[in-house]
Nanobody, 126 residues
Framework: QVQLVESGGGSVQAGGSLRLSCVAYGNEYSIYYMGWFRQVPGKEREGVAA????????YYADSVKGRFTISHDNAKNTVYLQMNSLKPEDTAMYYC???????????????????WGQGTQVTVSS
């Protein structure tokens, strides 16, 4: 089993920055890919950014390209999401996710990520 613990959410004004962190505990050697999803009430969870732990395959949603950066520190079993130039439409609950099976880097699906964190709220005010 793998446990994911997130941190780094909060409130910020438009144009500001936040960095989310997610540490994997447990059988972290079974993880092949990690990512960040976000969800607002009444909408489906959407993939924001994802990558394989080797750093060779990286996905970004079109809405965050050029503003968000995902990275992974193997030594710390941690994945980060650096969010710059935040917009009010980035407001959501952000979830860290991980998996070790098959995933689709061009369109990460929540169902391909069996491990999830508890979520951290990001609120961007205008």
């Amino acid at each position: 089993q793998v446990q994911l613990v997130e941190s780094g959410g909060g409130s910020v004004q438009a144009g500001g920055s936040l960095r989310l962190s997610c540490v994997a505990y447990g059988n972290e050697y079974s993880i092949y890919y990690m990512g960040w999803f976000r969800q607002v009430p009444g909408k489906e969870r959407e993939g924001v950014a994802a990558m394989d732990t080797g750093g060779e395959i990286i996905y970004y949603a079109d809405s965050v390209k050029g503003r968000f950066t995902i990275s992974h520190d193997n030594a710390k079993n941690t994945v980060y999401l650096q969010m710059n130039s935040l917009k009010p439409e980035d407001t959501a609950m952000y979830y860290c996710a991980a998996g070790g099976g098959t995933w689709y880097p061009h369109n990460p699906r929540p169902r391909d990520f069996p491990y999830w964190g508890q979520g951290t709220q990001v609120t961007v005010s205008s």
